[in-house]
């Protein structure tokens, strides 16, 4: 039996917990919260998020409960911590699970500073302990059958891709465009589909980019990722628009040899597979809700734990590149000039 402690019951933390009540040999024996002491006692009515389910009064009968995360770390019953706290605080609690000779899994993005994610990775390799990070999104259906496609060969190989991500301006939202805090767009939006583009082609060598900023944070942009392969052509859109109109939005259109494969959330349109031969196919996915790719995330992050080796989707090292190819974007945007990696 794997047995998790998770730091932070907020909206992420309650999916998390939601999600392991669904997965086999495992079981979360501990939670810590600073802010909201009543949370530990199950009043989790407060919490609401922009998918999923409300939250409600939950039964914590049997759990640990702790308000100071180092209490928490010194339970020897807890295998692993997951760390649901907000970005800027991933480092200093990863670090410290990690030391105390916990293993890891940590929400996206691994921080908001791209040596924090260093930093992490390093006191990983230092203790020889696991760290994964939650980028969820190749555990949705729509995304899952591009890594499928890639790792199977099927349609050859892939030749590149656009990745779009794009809401209303989210004025709910306080200091959303702050670095220190959110990371704007680029670390809450973008960094899903900079994660992804690494895990497909690779770390590229060069990124330049086009974009609206507040003060040096992009607001909307379009980023161009060049390779060492010529033949490789990747391109991204995210941000933000001002018309509240505008519901999320997000999709892609990857190329491979023998194939594309498209889809759009705004019109939409599924996973759509436009084969050589001229046909197109758009397969069918099992019925799901909002919490089920958390739990196919959350599976492989739990069986790679067991066994005692990383996902490749979910390394701490690809996450940690996937923030530093982000800021290498902003720093490309600003300067209006393509910035080597």
Request: glycine share 8%; hydrophobic share 40%; proline share 5%.
């Amino acid at each position: 039996m794997l047995k998790i402690g998770i730091t932070g019951i907020g909206f992420m933390g309650m999916i998390h917990y939601l999600a392991y009540q669904r997965i086999e040999g495992v079981k979360v024996v501990a939670l810590c919260e600073k802010w909201s002491p009543e949370r530990l006692k199950g009043d989790w009515t407060k919490i609401k998020g922009n998918f999923g389910p409300a939250g409600t009064q939950m039964d914590l009968s049997g759990i640990a409960t702790y308000t100071d995360l180092n209490d928490m770390l010194a339970n020897p019953e807890v295998d692993v911590v997951d760390v649901c706290l907000p970005p800027n605080s991933h480092a200093e609690a990863t670090i410290a699970a990690l030391n105390a000779g916990k293993k890891v899994f940590c929400e996206k993005p691994i921080s908001l500073k791209p040596q924090d994610g260093i930093n992490m990775v390093d006191a990983a390799q230092k203790n020889n302990k696991l760290l994964m990070i939650g980028h969820v999104l190749p555990f949705f259906d729509s995304h899952h059958f591009v890594v499928e496609a890639n790792n199977s060969g099927k349609y050859g190989k892939l030749l590149g891709g656009n990745f779009v991500r794009v809401i209303s301006d989210p004025v709910w939202l306080q200091n959303f465009y702050n670095m220190e805090t959110s990371g704007g767009p680029m670390l809450d939006l973008h960094v899903h589909d900079a994660h992804f583009i690494r895990y497909l082609f690779g770390m590229p060598k060069a990124v330049q980019g086009v974009g609206r900023c507040r003060d040096g944070v992009p607001e909307y942009f379009n980023s161009q990722f060049l390779y060492e392969d010529p033949s490789l052509v990747v391109t991204a859109t995210s941000g933000c628009i001002m018309q509240q109109g505008r519901p999320f939005t997000h999709g892609y259109e990857v190329h491979f040899e023998k194939a594309t494969i498209f889809c759009e959330s705004f019109t939409g349109t599924p996973v759509t597979v436009l084969n050589e031969d001229g046909s197109v196919e758009k397969p069918e996915f099992p019925a799901g809700d909002d919490i089920s790719a958390f739990v196919n995330e959350l599976t492989e992050a739990t069986n790679s734990f067991k066994a005692n080796q990383t996902s490749p989707l979910l390394d701490g090292v690809l996450a940690r590149d996937a923030l530093n190819l982000c800021y290498k974007e902003i720093e490309a945007i600003n300067a209006r000039k393509c910035i080597e990696i």
